[in-house]
């Protein structure tokens, strides 16, 4: 039977602040979800209300076509991973794993916990306690735990914010592969968005409590709808000018007097005012004269330029004064431009999209997590 | 005058009630909070009305401190809380007196004082304010100084019946500070309502099975087996061990069999208020205090006069002082004033007569001013050697469940 | 060699303020009398015979000491540990307010405030009179009862009891009470798996606090019980203070904080070593 998990107008408030309001959201079965969001988004407090750990003011929780919503934490078939694990601490690795299987009176516990401690790779730490383990392995035990009552749906709240970066990155992709072992539907809350990137099947950017766009990674990434998804979601350039004709499918915008081409399924808005927008590693940089570029172009002045190895990163002036960012690949770095040096920018119209023309452009700017 | 007294006493409320009166607070129980409760302390030095009295003697210039050790709330305090019988005496004499209400238990003090006295220290005491039977032992032990009666001329006005205890004949080392009966106090509503009376005359009725439960005795041994012995027919004032056995044996069946609530120091007040205690062995002075809702009576087989008395531990700094502080309070105006307001027997003759200028009522007051018939209800306990002391005390103790 | 110096402060300490008092206490409980009477005084001997006669004459007044401070300490942990538990997990802004409201108590005289219940459980009382109505009394009252003494004794000692388990409380992440709920553990079976093994410290901290001050008190037994309801303490304080039979009262005591050591070292090591981290 289908268990996907439903929620419907759910919405939490406290007092007056409205922590997650009226969010409408399916996650299919057996998918990698990834809610992602800057701290106080609601995203946590989603979770927890999936979890039963925190009451909806309103809206409903479907699993399947079961209504949860009103079931205690501990009648509900959903397990979660913690936010620095709480482990209980007077256990064992042993009887952490097995306590969800023995309040359920489940038979053969030491044969599945035996199981399970394998899948994480933690069979010889069985007879420890979770003080005397590093914090990846408390991250596995705190995996195992869930996961060993085969919920139906797996919660990560943060699971691997304790962790340092290199462990973070082989988490994840651990983490991964056990959910493609046991097929189970992770929820995985994070702030990091590449951490949800890579791993999700269907990322939801959530701000102020609504889910501002939802989609598999890349179309998020590629198609922002919104100038907080843009922002959050990586980096962007966004420029506000004047839709001033069409061509072949596409709107002409006038920014300050330079035409730049956006598709015109990329728009949210066909005529006046309109936000345009690129990410930095789409755009090219040349020396002034080049003329195999692209069809969006613009000159602009080099403010900083930082080798950074894979790649790299321009801080330029737009002629209007805007400031710019653009990466570039470094398959030939011996013509890096210098700060002062003239330049061309270039890119396809098609990397090109449209925000709506009222679009605060630095929505996401302050809460979005450095490119690493 | 006494009434306002009165009144602000019963505007306490009734947890408060056993400490304000002088008997032994919680006998034995060694906690000195009492006296922090009743939040009187230190010198004396203010300038009040001064009333020079008998002018006419003066002996060698007595100065400096009198550092006086008595029981809690057993002196006139006014609503200041200043003492105004002391202070009158330290405007006159010159003479300051640092009173201190740390007399709490007879037993407890001499428990503090006695490793001072077999060492030979001074107690750093001027006056201190024993039970008879505790001053036996402080005269016995030789830890007293003579008193110089050059220098308390007014000891003239001691009534006769104290003249000569068997403990001190003479007088030679004490002199009383007051006196009262250990006898049957009730709760009058309550013993109308269990027995149909509100007059107790005798023991008997305390043995009234009809007050099952309802009845205290006092913790102190002399009031307690002294009113049970002369109920018995024993004589206190000369018992023998078989006797007082018989009276142990008797209030042991009693405590047995349920009649007996509890033994108590002078708390029992509070029960009687609450009506948790119909009848006990008490006070009189308490039940004075307590007003018109409660009666005392001496037994018809007799009641215990008890005096406390004022004496001065050997090697006092300043006897001389503490002479003339004797002195003051066997002035008849002076221990009228007092006994206005303390509720006890006054020792001192003459102050009757006074009283009557300050109230009528007090002065007709029986339990006050005793008449020589009143007198006659009463006996006061025989002297123990140490052995009888030690013996006795132990059988008591046993009793009371200690 | 300094490390061995610092602890020198603390090793005169121990024995200025604890040995030696325990030597003069159990050289006192040796000693016999000098004459006929006890006002003569007693000289050193080694008269052990002190400790047999004095627990023959006071065997009763020992074992209620243990048997009232035992039920006194275990109503005092069943009423201290929703106190603690509240304050710890649901008083968040409220918490100082109501610690201080648990330790206001101490402000007051413990006579004072033993006193008081006199007031509170007498006949006329709201107490008495609603427990006489539904006939719960067997002797028509509570004062000078085992029950007064008992409830005196739980209600004098419970902030002893209410602090450490409010400090063992107070450190277990409310998180892990979730973890349980999460994993299938109804609020009951959360409380017994998770919350309660790690507030053991607690536990075991105000059992004891509580157990040793209470099996010691003699003002409770003397203010609010009955004749048939003095304890040891009640004995020892009769002993030194009226009867001052120094030898009696320092074999009762010398061998009252023998038996508690033994009570109290056997209680840790069985709950100790089983439940704490």
């Excluded at chain 1, 439903?6 to 009226?22: I, K, M």
């Excluded at chain 3, 009470?177 to 093994?197: I, K, M, N, Q």
């Amino acid at each position: 039977m289908a268990a996907d998990l439903n929620l419907q107008r759910l919405t939490r408030e406290f007092g007056e602040h409205t922590a997650v309001d009226h969010i409408d959201l399916i996650v299919p079965q057996g998918t990698f979800f990834a809610l992602l969001g800057p701290s106080g988004c609601g995203k946590t407090t989603t979770l927890r209300m999936v979890a039963g750990l925190e009451e909806p003011t309103s809206g409903h929780i479907r699993l399947g076509d079961r209504d949860i919503t009103d079931l205690p934490a501990y009648r509900r078939p959903v397990n979660t991973v913690f936010q620095n694990y709480a482990l209980f601490p007077h256990l064992d690795v042993f009887d952490n794993v097995a306590f969800g299987l023995k309040r359920r009176k489940v038979a053969d516990v030491k044969k599945k916990v035996s199981e399970m401690l394998e899948l994480v790779e933690l069979g010889k730490m069985a007879d420890r306690k979770p003080g005397q383990l590093s914090g990846g392995q408390q991250q596995r035990v705190a995996v195992a735990r869930a996961l060993i009552n085969e919920p139906a749906v797996l919660l990560l709240d943060e699971p691997l914010g304790a962790l340092d970066l290199k462990l973070r990155r082989q988490m994840q992709i651990e983490l991964k592969r056990i959910q493609i072992e046991v097929g189970t539907t992770f929820v995985h809350v994070t702030h990091d968005q590449e951490e949800a990137m890579s791993m999700a099947d269907t990322v939801a950017v959530m701000n102020l409590g609504k889910i501002e766009q939802m989609g598999d990674p890349i179309s998020v990434y590629e198609h922002p709808k919104t100038a907080f998804v843009a922002n959050f979601l990586g980096q962007a350039n966004l420029l506000k000018g004047d839709i001033v004709g069409e061509e072949n499918d596409h709107l002409v915008v006038d920014v300050h007097g330079v035409k730049f081409s956006v598709p015109r399924s990329e728009a949210p808005v066909h005529d006046g005012r309109i936000v345009i927008g690129v990410r930095p590693e789409k755009i090219t940089v040349v020396d002034p004269g080049v003329t195999t570029l692209p069809k969006n172009q613009v000159a602009a002045t080099v403010i900083d330029s930082s080798f950074i190895g894979v790649s790299t990163q321009y801080l330029v002036e737009s002629p209007w004064g805007q400031p710019m960012i653009a990466f570039e690949q470094n398959r030939d770095p011996t013509d890096v431009a210098r700060p002062g040096d003239p330049v061309l920018l270039g890119w396809e119209p098609r990397h090109t999209f449209g925000l709506d023309p009222d679009e605060d452009l630095k929505a996401g700017l302050q809460e979005s997590v450095p490119a690493l | 005058m006494t009434e306002e007294k009165r009144k602000d006493l019963s505007k306490l409320p009734p947890e408060l009630r056993p400490f304000l009166s002088r008997r032994a607070f919680l006998a034995a129980a060694g906690v000195t909070s009492a006296a922090a409760v009743a939040a009187a302390c230190g010198a004396r030095t203010s300038t009040d009305v001064a009333t020079p009295v008998d002018a006419e003697i003066t002996t060698e210039a007595a100065t400096g401190t009198v550092v006086w050790s008595n029981w809690t709330l057993y002196i006139d305090v006014d609503d200041a809380g200043a003492y105004p019988t002391l202070d009158k005496f330290v405007a006159a004499e010159s003479i300051d007196v640092d009173y201190i209400e740390d007399y709490n238990d007879n037993n407890e003090f001499w428990a503090k004082m006695l490793p001072l006295l077999q060492s030979g220290q001074p107690t750093g005491r001027d006056i201190v304010s024993p039970t008879d039977w505790m001053a036996a032992r402080w005269i016995s032990n030789n830890y007293t100084e003579e008193l110089d009666k050059a220098n308390i001329p007014n000891e003239a006005n001691l009534i006769d019946a104290l003249r000569n205890p068997g403990f001190d004949p003479g007088r030679k080392f004490s002199l009383p500070w007051q006196s009262g009966y250990g006898g049957l106090g009730w709760n009058k509503a309550k013993l109308k309502e269990a027995i149909g009376t509100e007059d107790m005359t005798s023991v008997d009725q305390l043995f009234d099975p009809r007050l099952k439960g309802k009845i205290v005795l006092l913790t102190e041994l002399r009031d307690t087996v002294g009113v049970v012995m002369a109920w018995q027919g024993a004589d206190p004032t000369d018992f023998t061990t078989d006797q007082f056995m018989e009276a142990i044996d008797f209030l042991q069946t009693q405590v047995d069999n349920g009649q007996i609530q509890q033994f108590m120091g002078n708390d029992y007040a509070v029960g009687l208020e609450n009506g948790d205690i119909t009848a006990v062995i008490g006070w009189s002075g308490d039940l004075v205090q307590l007003g018109e809702d409660f009666g005392f009576a001496l037994p018809e087989t007799k009641g215990n006069l008890w005096t406390d008395n004022l004496l001065i531990p050997v090697g006092a700094a300043n006897k001389a002082g503490a002479e003339r502080v004797m002195n003051w309070y066997y002035d008849p105006a002076i221990a009228a004033e007092l006994a206005a307001y303390v509720n006890y027997i006054s020792p001192v003759k003459g102050a009757e007569v006074e009283a009557a200028a300050i109230d009528p009522a007090l002065a007709e007051n029986p339990l006050i001013f005793p008449t020589a018939a009143d007198l006659e209800k009463t006996f006061i306990f025989m002297s123990l050697t140490p052995e009888q002391e030690d013996e006795y005390n132990a059988v008591w103790q046993k009793l009371l469940g200690n | 060699m300094v490390p061995y110096l610092l602890i020198l402060p603390g090793l005169a300490w121990i024995l200025f303020f604890f040995l030696v008092p325990l030597l003069s206490l159990v050289a006192t409980s040796l000693q016999k009398r000098a004459g006929t009477s006890l006002s003569e005084g007693f000289v050193p001997a080694l008269q052990f015979s002190n400790y047999t006669s004095a627990l023959g004459e006071y065997f009763p007044q020992f074992i209620r000491a243990f048997l009232y401070a035992g039920i006194a300490t275990a109503l005092a942990l069943v009423i201290a540990y929703p106190i603690a538990y509240y304050i710890a997990f649901k008083a968040t802004k409220y918490k100082y307010l109501m610690l201080v409201l648990v330790i206001a108590p101490f402000f007051a005289s413990f006579l004072l405030r033993t006193n008081a219940w006199k007031t509170i459980l007498s006949a006329d009382g709201f107490v008495v009179e609603t427990l006489n109505a539904l006939s719960l009394l067997p002797e028509d009252r509570i004062l000078n009862t085992s029950v007064a003494v008992i409830f005196g004794l739980t209600y004098n000692f419970l902030p002893f009891m209410i602090l450490p388990l409010y400090a063992s409380l107070d450190r277990i992440d409310p998180r892990l009470v979730e973890a349980a709920s999460d994993l299938y553990a109804s609020p009951a079976t959360g409380f017994w798996r998770v919350v309660w093994p790690l507030s053991m410290p607690g536990v075991l901290g105000g059992v004891v606090l509580t157990f040793i001050p209470a099996s010691g008190d003699y003002i409770n037994a003397q203010l609010l019980g009955s004749t048939n309801d003095k304890m040891i303490g009640n004995v020892i304080q009769a002993q030194f203070i009226v009867l001052r039979d120094y030898p009696i009262a320092s074999a009762l005591s010398a061998m009252f904080m023998f038996v508690l050591l033994i009570i109290i070292v056997a209680y840790i090591r069985r709950v100790g070593t089983r439940q704490l981290v």
